[in-house]
């Protein structure tokens, strides 16, 4: 086996993690979150802001439950287009509304169709 396969099984083999991942957080937290739409308040980039290749951006984001005001005490990440006062869909814990999730069953279907993508690609040489 050649280092190309090796490379691009190790590849498929990391989505897949991500993918299970993903799955256990949604099926063992799915009851106990809800969603609403929050405001971002704060943002955070590890990278120059100049750049757009590679970079992300995590943000503080405030939102309402049950008629009173949270603040989230951990970042999410969003779109690098995201700009302090925009909406953001947010799950957060049902018991302690100040922690946010950031599972989703986008995250699960595109990391399972990567890790299919990079298995095939390796197996088969396409």
Known sequence: MNNEKIFLYMISAAALCFCLFNILQFLLNYNKTAQTVGTIISIKTPGPETSKF?????????????????????????????????????????????????????????????????????????
Do not use: C, M
């Open 54 to 126: 590679r970079n992300s951006k995590w943000a503080v984001v405030s939102y309402k439950v049950k008629g009173r005001i949270y603040q989230s005490h951990n970042r999410i990440q969003v779109p690098v287009s995201s700009q302090i006062g925009g909406a953001v869909k947010v799950r957060y814990d049902k018991f302690t509304p100040e922690k946010l999730y950031s599972y989703s069953l986008f995250r699960i279907v595109v990391s399972f169709i990567i890790a299919a993508v990079f298995f095939v690609i390796a197996r088969f040489g396409l």
